[in-house]
């Protein structure tokens, strides 16, 4: 296994929900509205982003429609109606030559051999830029399209994510890199020796294998993985090679990135196998005033309805009817805990006991940034506070989530990124072929494989 040794530069994703990433941005004039089912608009995104030089693209996703209180989802699409993401990245491929092409998979209503053979089918396809994002998700309702009465239990789902992904690879090493002979003078397709059969048998899964397709060309795809609680840290630690967080502060964000790092001593993980690249909200204007009217713009068009769905989801499915939106809210309602994203419950929490804080606050601040960071002003502030954060250790990179897609990714290509190439923070052009190659992470060993020492691992 070995990495890239050129210069560090940030890493670079695209997060994008269909219309864009704030809560009112479907009813924006420049939005695409029907976003979620309008492929030519992903091929938009997909080909601003690579004229932008970003390492990756990067699709959410859930197995359910949104539940809730039908007159707040009325007005709120996302998560709604959408394509399934790896359908359409596979169709992206054919139209990008360079972007990485990351998708969302549950681990909790997935087997590992469908995962397994769709990511390495996606890897193929696009000639290795293919990524998988492991979650555990966070709508309950997807549980009742499966069979269950409820979901998972926050430890169990992520004792079961690490043997799904455990079983995954061992699926992804079924054949050698060099087991596909394809030899019409001899006759043979592939040397049977250089096929391996799983046979994982521990808690939760029970595999055969092998998987029938050959051994993806990033060897693995690249794993991603979101989470800020203890069993999300050490789920990133054993597997993650992009991790998606909640980061607001810069002393927070250098606390977390050192002790993920950290942990992964344990799991015999080079710290610089590991991008921490958290959400970033860029609103940007040629003035820092031009900036804050297009924050304030969007804010004036979420309908308190939706405002109260969004902040009871970020709390964990509390009911917010009746709260009285300009005054603070009730201490009573805040729960010790759920079964919800820790990460945005505790930063919810965090921004709700600020005195003075009502409930319109709240819900305005996280129809944004959707419990992300908000950064707001020129180019030129915009890349110093990136570049801060970036040299103090605190994060590899950002996930850009644009507010109104696309206009604000336009934005961001046609400001933003000139300015953080001009201080060499940013490739000008692709250097390598694959996405680990661009985002400098080594292609893993076959474990069956020959090492480098000569033994087989």
Not at 72 to 95: G, K, V
Not at 109 to 129: K, T, V
Not at 347 to 368: F, N
Not at 423 to 428: A, F, K, Q, S, V
Request: net charge negative; with cysteine.
């Amino acid at each position: 296994m070995k990495a890239s040794t050129s210069k560090p530069r940030l890493a670079l994703g695209l997060l994008i929900h269909p219309t864009g990433n704030h809560v009112a941005s479907w009813l924006h004039p420049s939005a695409q509205v029907d976003a979620g089912s309008n492929f030519a608009h992903y091929a938009q995104l997909a080909k601003t982003a690579e004229a932008g030089c970003f390492d990756f693209m990067f699709l959410a996703d859930a197995l359910a429609v949104r539940g809730g209180h039908m007159e707040a989802l009325s007005r709120w699409p996302q998560y709604m109606a959408y394509f399934e993401p790896t359908t359409l990245l596979s169709a992206l491929a054919a139209l990008t030559r360079n972007l990485g092409l990351v998708a969302t998979a549950t681990t909790s209503y997935n087997e590992p051999f469908n995962i397994a053979r769709r990511f390495a089918s996606l890897d193929h396809i696009s000639h290795g830029r293919a990524g998988w994002n492991v979650v555990t998700s966070s709508n309950p309702d997807e549980a009742l399209n499966f069979g269950r009465p409820e979901h998972f239990k926050h430890g169990d789902r992520y004792a079961r994510a690490r043997e799904f992904v455990e079983v995954v690879k061992k699926l992804w090493d079924s054949w050698e890199d060099d087991a596909f002979i394809r030899d019409r003078a001899s006759g043979r397709y592939f040397e049977p020796s250089k096929l391996h059969v799983a046979h994982h048998a521990q808690e939760h899964f029970n595999v055969r294998g092998p998987l029938n397709i050959s051994r993806a060309p990033q060897g693995y795809p690249v794993i991603a993985q979101a989470g800020a609680s203890e069993d999300g840290r050490e789920l990133a630690a054993h597997s993650a090679e992009i991790v998606f967080t909640p980061l607001h502060s810069l002393d927070k964000a250098k606390a977390f990135y050192q002790d993920v790092k950290r942990r992964m001593d344990k799991y015999r993980r080079a710290e610089d196998q590991m991008k921490i690249t958290p959400g970033l909200n860029v609103i940007v204007g040629a003035t820092r005033d031009e900036a804050v009217r297009k924050q304030k713009h969007l804010e004036s068009l979420v309908h308190p309805a939706v405002g109260l769905e969004l902040l009871s989801n970020a709390l964990g499915g509390i009911d917010l009817a009746g709260c009285d939106i300009d005054r603070p809210l009730p201490l009573s309602l805040i729960p010790e805990d759920t079964n919800t994203s820790k990460g945005t419950l505790a930063h919810t929490i965090e921004m709700s006991q600020k005195e003075g804080t009502t409930v319109r606050q709240l819900y305005l601040e996280y129809a944004g940034a959707r419990g992300q960071r908000t950064l707001l002003g020129t180019p030129q502030s915009i890349v110093d506070d990136m570049e801060e954060w970036f040299h103090s250790k605190g994060v590899d990179g950002f996930l850009i989530q644009p507010s109104v897609a696309p206009a604000d990714l336009v934005d961001f290509v046609d400001l933003v990124v000139p300015e953080l190439q001009r201080r060499d923070l940013l490739r000008t052009f692709y250097e390598g072929g694959t996405l680990r190659d661009n985002l400098q992470l080594a292609r893993p060993d076959n474990r069956h494989a020959a090492s480098t020492t000569g033994e087989r691992s």
